[in-house]
Protein backbone atom coordinates (compact mmCIF):
# COMPACT_ATOMS: atom_id res chain seq x y z
CA UNK A 1 0.00 0.00 0.00
CA UNK A 2 1.41 3.13 -0.63
CA UNK A 3 1.87 6.81 1.79
CA UNK A 4 3.95 6.60 4.94
CA UNK A 5 5.37 3.73 6.45
CA UNK A 6 3.75 4.01 9.77
CA UNK A 7 6.62 2.30 11.92
CA UNK A 8 10.10 3.52 11.76
CA UNK A 9 12.64 0.90 11.40
CA UNK A 10 15.58 3.14 12.71
CA UNK A 11 13.52 3.77 16.22
CA UNK A 12 12.69 0.14 16.62
CA UNK A 13 15.90 -0.99 16.18
CA UNK A 14 17.63 1.16 18.56
CA UNK A 15 15.52 0.05 21.36
CA UNK A 16 18.69 -2.59 23.26
CA UNK A 17 18.45 -5.93 22.70
CA UNK A 18 19.26 -7.49 26.35
CA UNK A 19 16.33 -7.39 28.71
CA UNK A 20 18.33 -5.29 31.28
CA UNK A 21 18.87 -2.30 29.64
CA UNK A 22 15.81 -2.17 28.44
CA UNK A 23 14.11 -2.28 31.52
CA UNK A 24 16.13 0.73 32.50
CA UNK A 25 14.75 2.42 29.81
CA UNK A 26 11.07 1.80 30.53
CA UNK A 27 11.50 2.88 33.92
CA UNK A 28 13.81 5.59 32.84
CA UNK A 29 10.80 7.00 30.63
CA UNK A 30 8.42 7.95 33.45
CA UNK A 31 9.26 11.07 34.28
CA UNK A 32 9.44 12.66 30.71
CA UNK A 33 5.77 10.81 30.25
CA UNK A 34 4.36 12.60 33.01
CA UNK A 35 6.01 15.74 31.35
CA UNK A 36 4.60 14.66 28.45
CA UNK A 37 1.34 13.84 30.15
CA UNK A 38 1.07 16.85 31.14
CA UNK A 39 2.37 19.52 28.65
CA UNK A 40 -0.34 17.99 26.06
CA UNK A 41 -3.06 18.34 29.44
CA UNK A 42 -2.14 21.82 28.95
CA UNK A 43 -3.16 22.62 25.46
CA UNK A 44 -6.58 20.66 26.26
CA UNK A 45 -7.06 22.95 29.03
CA UNK A 46 -6.27 25.89 27.16
CA UNK A 47 -9.01 24.77 25.20
CA UNK A 48 -11.53 25.29 27.85
CA UNK A 49 -9.38 28.31 29.11
CA UNK A 50 -10.20 30.11 25.61
CA UNK A 51 -13.90 29.83 26.63
CA UNK A 52 -13.45 30.83 30.41
CA UNK A 53 -11.35 33.66 29.24
CA UNK A 54 -14.25 35.07 26.29
CA UNK A 55 -16.95 34.37 29.04
CA UNK A 56 -14.99 36.67 31.89
CA UNK A 57 -13.76 39.31 29.55
CA UNK A 58 -17.27 40.02 28.12
CA UNK A 59 -19.04 39.85 31.32
CA UNK A 60 -16.37 41.99 32.70
CA UNK A 61 -16.84 44.35 30.14
CA UNK A 62 -20.52 44.75 29.75
CA UNK A 63 -20.34 45.48 32.99
CA UNK A 64 -21.12 49.37 32.89
CA UNK A 65 -23.60 49.08 30.48
CA UNK A 66 -25.80 46.41 32.45
CA UNK A 67 -25.83 48.79 35.51
CA UNK A 68 -27.19 51.71 33.39
CA UNK A 69 -29.73 49.77 31.34
CA UNK A 70 -30.25 46.35 32.98
CA UNK A 71 -32.38 44.58 30.93
CA UNK A 72 -34.38 47.24 28.74
CA UNK A 73 -31.04 47.36 27.10
CA UNK A 74 -32.21 44.43 24.94
CA UNK A 75 -36.21 46.19 24.40
CA UNK A 76 -34.89 49.45 23.57
CA UNK A 77 -34.08 50.94 20.70
CA UNK A 78 -32.79 53.65 20.56
CA UNK A 79 -29.09 54.17 19.67
CA UNK A 80 -27.57 57.43 20.37
CA UNK A 81 -24.21 57.71 21.46
CA UNK A 82 -24.10 61.51 21.74
CA UNK A 83 -26.85 61.18 24.91
CA UNK A 84 -25.30 58.07 26.42
CA UNK A 85 -28.38 56.00 25.20
CA UNK A 86 -28.29 52.94 24.01
CA UNK A 87 -30.31 49.79 23.24
CA UNK A 88 -29.58 46.71 21.00
CA UNK A 89 -33.65 45.88 19.83
CA UNK A 90 -32.62 47.04 16.43
CA UNK A 91 -29.97 45.19 16.35
CA UNK A 92 -31.33 42.45 17.36
CA UNK A 93 -33.87 42.67 14.88
CA UNK A 94 -31.75 43.09 11.84
CA UNK A 95 -29.60 39.99 12.95
CA UNK A 96 -32.51 37.65 13.31
CA UNK A 97 -34.51 39.21 9.59
CA UNK A 98 -31.52 38.34 8.13
CA UNK A 99 -30.53 34.77 9.38
CA UNK A 100 -34.37 34.25 8.60
CA UNK A 101 -34.33 35.04 5.24
CA UNK A 102 -30.45 33.17 4.56
CA UNK A 103 -32.32 29.88 6.39
CA UNK A 104 -35.32 29.97 3.93
CA UNK A 105 -33.37 30.13 1.11
CA UNK A 106 -30.55 28.26 2.03
CA UNK A 107 -32.59 25.10 3.69
CA UNK A 108 -34.22 23.50 0.73
CA UNK A 109 -31.44 24.57 -1.56
CA UNK A 110 -28.70 22.45 0.46
CA UNK A 111 -30.84 19.91 1.32
CA UNK A 112 -31.78 19.52 -1.99
CA UNK A 113 -27.60 19.07 -3.27
CA UNK A 114 -26.85 16.66 -0.20
CA UNK A 115 -30.13 14.47 -1.28
CA UNK A 116 -28.82 14.92 -4.73
CA UNK A 117 -25.24 13.77 -4.40
CA UNK A 118 -26.17 10.68 -1.94
CA UNK A 119 -29.05 9.29 -3.26
CA UNK A 120 -29.52 10.36 -7.08
CA UNK A 121 -26.03 11.43 -8.73
CA UNK A 122 -23.73 9.07 -10.46
CA UNK A 123 -21.06 7.96 -8.32
CA UNK A 124 -18.44 9.48 -10.60
CA UNK A 125 -20.46 12.58 -10.19
CA UNK A 126 -20.34 12.67 -6.69
CA UNK A 127 -17.18 13.98 -5.23
CA UNK A 128 -16.53 16.78 -7.72
CA UNK A 129 -19.94 17.95 -6.57
CA UNK A 130 -19.49 17.59 -3.13
CA UNK A 131 -15.82 19.46 -3.70
CA UNK A 132 -17.45 22.28 -5.82
CA UNK A 133 -19.89 22.85 -2.50
CA UNK A 134 -17.19 23.00 -0.50
CA UNK A 135 -15.21 25.55 -2.47
CA UNK A 136 -18.36 27.87 -1.70
CA UNK A 137 -17.14 27.07 2.16
CA UNK A 138 -13.77 28.57 1.57
CA UNK A 139 -14.67 31.59 0.09
CA UNK A 140 -13.52 34.09 2.46
CA UNK A 141 -16.29 36.65 3.77
CA UNK A 142 -14.71 39.84 2.00
CA UNK A 143 -14.86 38.60 -0.91
CA UNK A 144 -18.32 37.63 -0.29
CA UNK A 145 -19.22 41.18 0.74
CA UNK A 146 -16.96 42.36 -2.29
CA UNK A 147 -19.11 40.07 -5.10
CA UNK A 148 -21.92 41.10 -3.12
CA UNK A 149 -21.33 44.99 -3.37
CA UNK A 150 -20.44 44.67 -6.94
CA UNK A 151 -22.51 42.72 -7.83
CA UNK A 152 -25.64 41.37 -6.23
CA UNK A 153 -27.01 45.02 -5.00
CA UNK A 154 -27.20 46.55 -8.54
CA UNK A 155 -29.22 43.07 -9.58
CA UNK A 156 -31.47 43.29 -6.82
CA UNK A 157 -32.14 47.25 -7.04
CA UNK A 158 -32.31 46.98 -11.07
CA UNK A 159 -34.26 43.86 -11.59
CA UNK A 160 -35.52 41.33 -8.84
CA UNK A 161 -36.41 44.06 -6.74
CA UNK A 162 -38.81 45.52 -8.89
CA UNK A 163 -39.90 42.35 -10.09
CA UNK A 164 -40.28 41.21 -6.47
CA UNK A 165 -42.66 44.64 -5.49
CA UNK A 166 -44.59 44.14 -8.52
CA UNK A 167 -46.16 40.82 -7.99
CA UNK A 168 -45.31 40.26 -3.95
CA UNK A 169 -45.91 43.92 -3.00
CA UNK A 170 -49.09 43.26 -1.54
CA UNK A 171 -47.05 41.23 1.43
CA UNK A 172 -46.14 43.81 2.75
CA UNK A 173 -42.43 42.07 3.05
CA UNK A 174 -41.86 43.64 -0.52
CA UNK A 175 -42.28 47.52 -0.67
CA UNK A 176 -40.55 50.79 -0.24
CA UNK A 177 -37.60 52.24 -2.77
CA UNK A 178 -35.36 49.11 -4.78
CA UNK A 179 -31.76 50.44 -2.90
CA UNK A 180 -30.58 46.85 -3.20
CA UNK A 181 -28.64 47.16 0.39
CA UNK A 182 -30.69 45.92 3.17
CA UNK A 183 -32.19 42.82 4.44
CA UNK A 184 -32.85 41.01 1.37
CA UNK A 185 -29.35 41.53 0.25
CA UNK A 186 -27.73 40.40 2.96
CA UNK A 187 -29.95 37.68 4.19
CA UNK A 188 -29.36 36.25 0.20
CA UNK A 189 -25.56 36.10 0.52
CA UNK A 190 -25.58 34.70 4.45
CA UNK A 191 -27.88 31.84 2.49
CA UNK A 192 -24.76 31.36 -0.16
CA UNK A 193 -22.25 31.38 2.65
CA UNK A 194 -24.23 28.87 4.81
CA UNK A 195 -25.42 26.59 2.03
CA UNK A 196 -22.11 24.37 2.60
CA UNK A 197 -22.01 23.88 5.79
CA UNK A 198 -25.95 22.24 5.96
CA UNK A 199 -25.07 20.80 3.31
CA UNK A 200 -22.22 18.77 4.15
CA UNK A 201 -23.59 17.90 7.21
CA UNK A 202 -26.69 17.06 6.01
CA UNK A 203 -24.85 14.65 3.46
CA UNK A 204 -22.79 13.38 6.48
CA UNK A 205 -26.32 12.12 8.12
CA UNK A 206 -27.81 11.10 5.32
CA UNK A 207 -24.77 8.48 4.38
CA UNK A 208 -25.06 7.03 8.40
CA UNK A 209 -28.11 5.84 7.40
CA UNK A 210 -28.33 2.00 7.38
CA UNK A 211 -28.59 0.62 3.26
CA UNK A 212 -31.06 -1.55 4.79
CA UNK A 213 -33.72 1.16 5.49
CA UNK A 214 -32.86 2.34 2.04
CA UNK A 215 -33.24 -1.90 0.42
CA UNK A 216 -36.72 -1.98 2.97
CA UNK A 217 -38.84 0.66 1.49
CA UNK A 218 -37.84 0.11 -2.32
CA UNK A 219 -38.64 -3.41 -1.42
CA UNK A 220 -42.37 -2.54 -0.09
CA UNK A 221 -42.01 -1.00 -3.72
CA UNK A 222 -41.39 2.67 -3.10
CA UNK A 223 -40.44 4.59 -5.66
CA UNK A 224 -37.12 6.55 -5.33
CA UNK A 225 -38.68 9.82 -4.09
CA UNK A 226 -40.54 8.03 -1.57
CA UNK A 227 -37.88 5.97 -0.99
CA UNK A 228 -35.50 9.01 0.42
CA UNK A 229 -38.82 10.79 2.02
CA UNK A 230 -40.00 7.66 4.12
CA UNK A 231 -36.63 5.55 4.18
CA UNK A 232 -33.92 8.31 4.44
CA UNK A 233 -35.43 11.95 5.22
CA UNK A 234 -37.16 10.88 8.26
CA UNK A 235 -34.83 8.89 9.67
CA UNK A 236 -31.92 11.54 9.59
CA UNK A 237 -34.66 14.25 10.69
CA UNK A 238 -32.53 15.03 13.94
CA UNK A 239 -29.52 15.18 11.93
CA UNK A 240 -30.44 17.57 9.06
CA UNK A 241 -32.12 20.00 11.80
CA UNK A 242 -28.36 20.17 13.43
CA UNK A 243 -27.10 21.06 10.41
CA UNK A 244 -30.24 23.67 10.03
CA UNK A 245 -29.03 24.95 13.39
CA UNK A 246 -25.31 24.98 12.94
CA UNK A 247 -25.99 27.08 9.97
CA UNK A 248 -28.30 29.45 12.02
CA UNK A 249 -25.12 30.07 14.36
CA UNK A 250 -22.87 30.96 11.83
CA UNK A 251 -25.40 33.33 9.78
CA UNK A 252 -26.22 34.95 13.32
CA UNK A 253 -22.13 35.91 13.90
CA UNK A 254 -21.34 36.22 10.15
CA UNK A 255 -19.58 40.15 10.29
CA UNK A 256 -18.12 41.55 7.11
CA UNK A 257 -20.10 40.42 4.56
CA UNK A 258 -23.39 41.23 5.86
CA UNK A 259 -21.72 44.93 6.86
CA UNK A 260 -20.88 45.60 3.88
CA UNK A 261 -25.11 45.03 2.13
CA UNK A 262 -27.47 45.38 4.89
CA UNK A 263 -27.28 49.16 4.24
CA UNK A 264 -26.29 49.96 8.37
CA UNK A 265 -28.87 51.81 9.42
CA UNK A 266 -30.45 50.88 12.91
CA UNK A 267 -33.72 50.37 12.22
CA UNK A 268 -36.61 48.26 12.58
CA UNK A 269 -38.59 47.80 9.01
CA UNK A 270 -41.34 45.31 7.78
CA UNK A 271 -40.20 45.42 4.26
CA UNK A 272 -37.11 43.23 3.54
CA UNK A 273 -35.94 46.14 0.87
CA UNK A 274 -35.10 48.45 3.70
CA UNK A 275 -31.55 48.68 4.92
CA UNK A 276 -31.05 47.57 8.66
CA UNK A 277 -28.31 46.87 10.54
CA UNK A 278 -26.79 43.44 12.76
CA UNK A 279 -25.52 43.06 15.94
CA UNK A 280 -21.98 41.55 14.53
CA UNK A 281 -22.10 44.77 11.97
CA UNK A 282 -22.66 47.39 14.64
CA UNK A 283 -19.35 45.64 16.59
CA UNK A 284 -17.26 46.00 13.29
CA UNK A 285 -17.90 49.84 12.06
CA UNK A 286 -18.51 51.04 15.99
CA UNK A 287 -16.04 49.36 18.27
CA UNK A 288 -12.64 50.94 17.17
CA UNK A 289 -14.17 54.18 17.08
CA UNK A 290 -16.34 53.60 20.20
CA UNK A 291 -15.58 57.24 22.59
CA UNK A 292 -16.75 56.72 25.96
CA UNK A 293 -17.47 54.09 28.35
CA UNK A 294 -20.61 53.60 28.50
CA UNK A 295 -20.63 53.97 24.52
CA UNK A 296 -17.69 50.74 24.65
CA UNK A 297 -19.45 48.73 27.50
CA UNK A 298 -22.74 48.88 25.32
CA UNK A 299 -20.72 47.56 22.28
CA UNK A 300 -19.20 44.68 24.47
CA UNK A 301 -22.56 43.79 25.97
CA UNK A 302 -23.88 43.43 22.46
CA UNK A 303 -20.95 41.12 21.49
CA UNK A 304 -22.13 39.24 24.88
CA UNK A 305 -25.36 38.53 23.61
CA UNK A 306 -24.02 37.58 20.29
CA UNK A 307 -21.55 35.23 22.07
CA UNK A 308 -24.77 33.80 24.14
CA UNK A 309 -27.30 32.96 21.42
CA UNK A 310 -24.64 31.63 18.79
CA UNK A 311 -23.54 29.35 21.82
CA UNK A 312 -26.91 28.05 22.71
CA UNK A 313 -27.50 27.89 18.71
CA UNK A 314 -24.06 25.81 18.44
CA UNK A 315 -24.82 23.82 21.47
CA UNK A 316 -27.62 22.67 20.43
CA UNK A 317 -27.08 21.78 17.45
CA UNK A 318 -23.70 19.62 18.09
CA UNK A 319 -25.90 17.71 20.34
CA UNK A 320 -28.37 16.78 17.59
CA UNK A 321 -25.51 16.30 15.44
CA UNK A 322 -23.58 14.25 17.82
CA UNK A 323 -26.99 11.60 18.41
CA UNK A 324 -26.71 10.77 14.86
CA UNK A 325 -23.23 10.53 14.25
CA UNK A 326 -22.17 9.32 17.45
CA UNK A 327 -19.66 11.96 18.31
CA UNK A 328 -18.37 12.61 15.13
CA UNK A 329 -17.23 16.32 14.98
CA UNK A 330 -19.71 18.47 12.87
CA UNK A 331 -18.02 20.50 10.44
CA UNK A 332 -18.48 22.53 7.33
CA UNK A 333 -15.97 19.79 5.49
CA UNK A 334 -16.56 16.34 5.02
CA UNK B 1 -31.66 9.60 -15.00
CA UNK B 2 -33.10 6.08 -15.21
CA UNK B 3 -35.97 5.83 -13.18
CA UNK B 4 -34.82 3.15 -10.25
CA UNK B 5 -38.11 1.90 -9.18
CA UNK B 6 -40.05 0.55 -12.24
CA UNK B 7 -37.62 -0.68 -14.92
CA UNK B 8 -35.63 -2.82 -12.52
CA UNK B 9 -36.28 -6.62 -13.25
CA UNK B 10 -36.60 -7.36 -9.67
CA UNK B 11 -40.52 -5.68 -10.15
CA UNK B 12 -41.42 -7.94 -12.30
CA UNK B 13 -45.01 -9.19 -11.69
CA UNK B 14 -45.24 -6.47 -9.03
CA UNK B 15 -48.37 -4.09 -9.65
CA UNK B 16 -47.40 -1.19 -11.24
CA UNK B 17 -46.73 2.12 -10.05
CA UNK B 18 -49.37 4.69 -10.31
CA UNK B 19 -48.88 7.33 -12.83
CA UNK B 20 -49.11 9.91 -10.11
CA UNK B 21 -46.47 8.35 -7.98
CA UNK B 22 -44.12 7.83 -10.84
CA UNK B 23 -44.46 11.88 -11.89
CA UNK B 24 -43.85 12.85 -8.28
CA UNK B 25 -40.80 10.87 -8.37
CA UNK B 26 -39.72 12.18 -11.78
CA UNK B 27 -40.84 15.75 -10.60
CA UNK B 28 -38.36 15.50 -7.10
CA UNK B 29 -35.66 14.52 -9.42
CA UNK B 30 -35.97 17.43 -11.24
CA UNK B 31 -36.34 19.43 -8.16
CA UNK B 32 -32.80 17.99 -7.02
CA UNK B 33 -31.03 18.87 -9.93
CA UNK B 34 -32.42 22.21 -9.71
CA UNK B 35 -30.75 22.80 -6.48
CA UNK B 36 -27.85 21.85 -7.40
CA UNK B 37 -27.96 23.79 -10.70
CA UNK B 38 -29.14 27.14 -8.18
CA UNK B 39 -26.08 26.50 -5.80
CA UNK B 40 -23.53 26.30 -8.34
CA UNK B 41 -24.62 29.34 -10.04
CA UNK B 42 -23.35 31.95 -7.17
CA UNK B 43 -20.41 29.94 -7.31
CA UNK B 44 -19.59 30.55 -10.83
CA UNK B 45 -20.66 33.86 -10.68
CA UNK B 46 -18.34 35.06 -7.85
CA UNK B 47 -15.23 32.98 -9.33
CA UNK B 48 -15.25 34.50 -13.09
CA UNK B 49 -16.37 37.94 -11.94
CA UNK B 50 -13.50 38.06 -9.37
CA UNK B 51 -11.00 36.47 -12.06
CA UNK B 52 -12.32 38.61 -14.42
CA UNK B 53 -11.92 41.97 -11.93
CA UNK B 54 -8.79 40.43 -10.55
CA UNK B 55 -6.99 39.70 -13.50
CA UNK B 56 -7.75 43.09 -15.48
CA UNK B 57 -6.64 44.92 -11.86
CA UNK B 58 -3.22 43.28 -10.86
CA UNK B 59 -0.02 44.70 -12.17
CA UNK B 60 3.30 45.07 -10.69
CA UNK B 61 2.74 47.95 -8.63
CA UNK B 62 -0.02 46.88 -6.83
CA UNK B 63 2.37 44.03 -5.65
CA UNK B 64 5.45 46.01 -4.87
CA UNK B 65 3.97 49.28 -3.71
CA UNK B 66 2.10 50.72 -0.50
CA UNK B 67 -0.60 52.43 -0.73
CA UNK B 68 -0.74 55.90 -2.11
CA UNK B 69 -2.54 58.43 0.14
CA UNK B 70 -6.35 59.00 -0.28
CA UNK B 71 -7.54 59.31 -3.46
CA UNK B 72 -4.72 59.50 -5.22
CA UNK B 73 -4.70 56.43 -8.07
CA UNK B 74 -1.97 54.09 -7.94
CA UNK B 75 0.26 52.30 -5.73
CA UNK B 76 -0.41 48.63 -3.97
CA UNK B 77 -0.78 46.28 -1.23
CA UNK B 78 2.75 44.58 -1.31
CA UNK B 79 2.58 46.04 2.55
CA UNK B 80 -0.96 44.19 3.37
CA UNK B 81 -0.08 41.04 1.53
CA UNK B 82 3.80 41.22 3.95
CA UNK B 83 1.37 42.34 6.84
CA UNK B 84 -1.04 38.87 6.48
CA UNK B 85 1.75 36.65 6.17
CA UNK B 86 3.42 38.12 9.41
CA UNK B 87 0.08 37.77 11.08
CA UNK B 88 -0.98 34.33 9.98
CA UNK B 89 2.87 33.06 11.09
CA UNK B 90 2.26 34.97 14.47
CA UNK B 91 -1.38 32.78 14.25
CA UNK B 92 0.63 29.43 13.33
CA UNK B 93 2.95 29.61 15.72
CA UNK B 94 0.56 29.92 17.95
CA UNK B 95 -2.66 28.39 17.48
CA UNK B 96 -0.75 24.85 15.40
CA UNK B 97 1.06 23.46 18.89
CA UNK B 98 -1.80 24.21 21.16
CA UNK B 99 -4.18 22.90 18.38
CA UNK B 100 -1.96 19.68 17.99
CA UNK B 101 -1.53 18.83 21.73
CA UNK B 102 -5.19 19.02 22.51
CA UNK B 103 -6.07 16.62 19.77
CA UNK B 104 -3.32 14.83 21.40
CA UNK B 105 -4.48 15.02 24.89
CA UNK B 106 -8.36 13.90 23.48
CA UNK B 107 -6.95 11.11 21.66
CA UNK B 108 -4.87 9.72 23.86
CA UNK B 109 -5.49 10.62 27.18
CA UNK B 110 -8.99 11.97 27.09
CA UNK B 111 -10.79 8.85 26.53
CA UNK B 112 -13.30 10.18 29.81
CA UNK B 113 -15.29 12.56 30.94
CA UNK B 114 -13.08 15.61 30.94
CA UNK B 115 -11.66 14.82 27.43
CA UNK B 116 -15.70 15.10 26.35
CA UNK B 117 -16.24 18.33 27.91
CA UNK B 118 -12.73 19.87 25.98
CA UNK B 119 -14.68 18.02 22.77
CA UNK B 120 -17.58 19.97 23.40
CA UNK B 121 -16.21 22.73 23.97
CA UNK B 122 -13.95 23.05 21.16
CA UNK B 123 -17.25 22.18 18.73
CA UNK B 124 -18.72 25.03 20.67
CA UNK B 125 -15.91 27.40 19.98
CA UNK B 126 -15.12 26.59 16.62
CA UNK B 127 -19.00 28.30 16.18
CA UNK B 128 -18.04 31.30 18.30
CA UNK B 129 -18.25 34.34 15.90
CA UNK B 130 -15.07 35.45 14.64
CA UNK B 131 -16.01 39.56 15.50
CA UNK B 132 -16.53 38.16 19.23
CA UNK B 133 -13.06 36.68 19.48
CA UNK B 134 -11.70 39.77 17.88
CA UNK B 135 -13.45 42.15 21.12
CA UNK B 136 -11.44 39.82 23.75
CA UNK B 137 -8.11 39.67 21.66
CA UNK B 138 -8.70 43.79 22.22
CA UNK B 139 -9.71 43.62 25.36
CA UNK B 140 -6.48 41.19 26.40
CA UNK B 141 -3.49 42.44 24.50
CA UNK B 142 -5.05 46.26 22.58
CA UNK B 143 -6.74 47.76 25.24
CA UNK B 144 -3.98 49.78 27.35
CA UNK B 145 -1.09 48.53 24.69
CA UNK B 146 -2.44 49.41 21.17
CA UNK B 147 -3.13 47.82 18.12
CA UNK B 148 -0.75 45.03 17.30
CA UNK B 149 0.35 42.47 14.43
CA UNK B 150 0.51 40.44 18.22
CA UNK B 151 -3.28 40.73 18.94
CA UNK B 152 -4.46 40.15 15.45
CA UNK B 153 -2.42 36.45 15.27
CA UNK B 154 -3.62 35.64 18.90
CA UNK B 155 -6.86 36.39 17.75
CA UNK B 156 -6.80 33.94 14.82
CA UNK B 157 -4.72 31.60 16.97
CA UNK B 158 -7.66 31.53 19.10
CA UNK B 159 -9.82 30.39 16.24
CA UNK B 160 -7.48 27.65 14.81
CA UNK B 161 -7.06 25.80 17.68
CA UNK B 162 -10.66 24.08 17.91
CA UNK B 163 -10.64 23.23 13.97
CA UNK B 164 -6.40 21.39 13.88
CA UNK B 165 -7.30 19.61 17.69
CA UNK B 166 -10.57 17.95 16.30
CA UNK B 167 -8.85 16.81 13.46
CA UNK B 168 -5.70 15.84 15.00
CA UNK B 169 -7.73 13.62 17.30
CA UNK B 170 -9.77 11.87 14.57
CA UNK B 171 -6.49 11.10 12.74
CA UNK B 172 -4.57 9.64 15.40
CA UNK B 173 -7.48 7.38 16.67
CA UNK B 174 -7.50 6.02 13.19
CA UNK B 175 -4.05 4.65 13.65
CA UNK B 176 -4.31 0.98 14.95
CA UNK B 177 -4.61 0.47 18.41
CA UNK B 178 -2.29 -2.59 17.59
CA UNK B 179 0.59 -0.17 16.42
CA UNK B 180 0.65 1.58 20.32
CA UNK B 181 1.13 -1.91 21.98
CA UNK B 182 3.81 -2.87 19.48
CA UNK B 183 5.56 0.17 20.56
CA UNK B 184 5.13 -0.06 24.04
CA UNK B 185 5.86 -3.53 24.19
CA UNK B 186 9.20 -2.69 22.55
CA UNK B 187 9.79 -0.60 25.62
CA UNK B 188 9.71 2.82 24.27
CA UNK B 189 8.02 5.34 26.48
CA UNK B 190 4.63 6.50 26.09
CA UNK B 191 5.71 10.24 24.99
CA UNK B 192 8.17 8.52 22.46
CA UNK B 193 5.50 6.00 21.14
CA UNK B 194 2.90 8.90 20.63
CA UNK B 195 5.55 11.61 18.71
CA UNK B 196 7.16 9.28 16.53
CA UNK B 197 4.55 6.30 16.16
CA UNK B 198 1.15 7.52 16.45
CA UNK B 199 1.59 11.59 15.07
CA UNK B 200 3.97 10.34 12.58
CA UNK B 201 1.60 8.15 11.25
CA UNK B 202 -0.89 10.06 11.12
CA UNK B 203 1.48 13.38 10.07
CA UNK B 204 -0.38 13.81 6.22
CA UNK B 205 -3.90 13.94 8.15
CA UNK B 206 -2.69 16.20 11.08
CA UNK B 207 -1.27 18.57 8.16
CA UNK B 208 -5.06 18.20 6.27
CA UNK B 209 -6.49 19.81 10.12
CA UNK B 210 -3.78 22.63 10.19
CA UNK B 211 -4.51 23.77 6.39
CA UNK B 212 -8.26 23.49 7.06
CA UNK B 213 -7.80 25.95 9.85
CA UNK B 214 -5.27 28.04 7.71
CA UNK B 215 -7.00 28.54 5.31
CA UNK B 216 -10.21 29.46 7.23
CA UNK B 217 -8.34 32.11 8.93
CA UNK B 218 -6.41 33.69 5.83
CA UNK B 219 -9.64 35.15 4.27
CA UNK B 220 -10.82 36.44 8.42
CA UNK B 221 -11.42 40.00 8.62
CA UNK B 222 -13.57 41.05 11.47
CA UNK B 223 -10.81 39.85 14.05
CA UNK B 224 -8.48 42.27 12.28
CA UNK B 225 -10.73 45.16 12.52
CA UNK B 226 -9.38 46.41 15.91
CA UNK B 227 -6.69 43.98 16.82
CA UNK B 228 -4.08 44.66 13.91
CA UNK B 229 -5.94 47.99 12.26
CA UNK B 230 -4.16 48.17 9.55
CA UNK B 231 -1.52 50.31 7.89
CA UNK B 232 -0.42 52.70 5.25
CA UNK B 233 3.16 52.08 5.82
CA UNK B 234 5.59 49.03 5.77
CA UNK B 235 5.50 47.23 9.27
CA UNK B 236 7.28 44.26 11.01
CA UNK B 237 6.95 45.02 14.57
CA UNK B 238 4.91 42.90 16.65
CA UNK B 239 3.64 45.55 18.53
CA UNK B 240 2.67 47.88 15.75
CA UNK B 241 -0.48 48.35 13.85
CA UNK B 242 0.10 46.16 11.12
CA UNK B 243 -1.95 46.19 7.38
CA UNK B 244 -3.23 43.08 6.50
CA UNK B 245 -4.79 41.59 2.75
CA UNK B 246 -8.81 40.86 3.67
CA UNK B 247 -8.75 44.19 6.17
CA UNK B 248 -7.29 46.28 2.87
CA UNK B 249 -10.32 44.66 0.58
CA UNK B 250 -12.92 45.83 3.01
CA UNK B 251 -11.75 49.41 3.43
CA UNK B 252 -11.20 49.59 0.00
CA UNK B 253 -14.48 48.52 -1.21
CA UNK B 254 -15.99 50.31 1.31
CA UNK B 255 -13.61 53.49 -0.29
CA UNK B 256 -15.87 56.02 -2.95
CA UNK B 257 -12.55 55.67 -5.08
CA UNK B 258 -13.01 53.47 -8.21
CA UNK B 259 -9.51 52.97 -8.26
CA UNK B 260 -9.60 51.46 -4.71
CA UNK B 261 -12.59 49.39 -5.79
CA UNK B 262 -9.88 48.29 -9.04
CA UNK B 263 -7.22 47.10 -6.09
CA UNK B 264 -9.72 45.69 -3.82
CA UNK B 265 -10.47 43.23 -6.61
CA UNK B 266 -7.25 42.18 -7.52
CA UNK B 267 -7.05 42.19 -3.70
CA UNK B 268 -9.34 39.56 -3.53
CA UNK B 269 -7.81 37.49 -6.06
CA UNK B 270 -4.71 37.26 -4.42
CA UNK B 271 -6.37 36.14 -1.13
CA UNK B 272 -8.09 33.98 -2.68
CA UNK B 273 -5.38 31.98 -4.88
CA UNK B 274 -3.40 31.87 -1.78
CA UNK B 275 -6.68 30.41 -0.69
CA UNK B 276 -7.51 27.79 -3.25
CA UNK B 277 -4.17 26.39 -3.15
CA UNK B 278 -4.00 25.51 0.36
CA UNK B 279 -7.62 23.81 0.07
CA UNK B 280 -6.06 21.66 -3.01
CA UNK B 281 -3.20 21.04 -1.67
CA UNK B 282 -5.80 19.94 1.34
CA UNK B 283 -7.80 17.88 -1.10
CA UNK B 284 -4.33 16.09 -1.80
CA UNK B 285 -3.21 15.27 1.42
CA UNK B 286 -6.88 14.05 2.30
CA UNK B 287 -6.46 11.70 -0.99
CA UNK B 288 -2.73 10.41 0.18
CA UNK B 289 -3.24 10.40 4.06
CA UNK B 290 -6.72 8.37 3.38
CA UNK B 291 -4.73 5.44 2.00
CA UNK B 292 -1.98 5.65 4.20
CA UNK B 293 -3.65 5.61 6.96
CA UNK B 294 -6.17 2.75 6.06
Redesign the interface.
Known sequence: ????Q???ET??TS?PAHPGA??L??S???V??R???S??????????G??V??VY??IS?SGLSWHAFGFKFFGASDWDPVNVLFGALPFIYGTLVSSLVALVIAV??????A??TTE?CPKALRGP?S??????A??????????A???LVPLLSGYIQPFLAKTLGWTGLFEGPPLGLGFLAAGIILA?MI?PII?SITREVLTVVPQHQREGV?AL????????RVGVLRNARAGIMGGII?GL??A?????AVT?VIGNTPQIARSLFAPGYTM?SV??NE??EATGDVYLSAL?EI?LA??LV??I???L??LLVWTVTR?????G?A | MPELAGSSPARQGVPAISLRRRITDHFMTGVAVLTVVLVLVPLVAIFSYLVYRGVGSINWSFLTQTPKPVGEPGGGMANAIVGSALILGIASVIGVPFGVGAGIYLAEFGRNRFGSAIRFTADVLNGVPSIVIGIVAWAILVRGHGFSALAGGVALAIMMVPTISRTTEEMLLLVPQALREAAYGLGIPQWRTTLSITLRTATSGVITGIMLAFARIAGETAPLLFTTLGNQFWNLRLNQPTAALPLQIYVYANSPYDDWHRQAWAGAFVLIILIVTSVAAVRYAVRRGTFGAA
Open positions: MPGPPVEKVVLLRTGGEPDIFRAMTVCGLAVLVLLIELGPLAVGVVFMLFFVELLAIPSVIYGLWMFVIISLGATRWEMILGRLGETIMALAFSVGLFTIVNAAQGQPARH
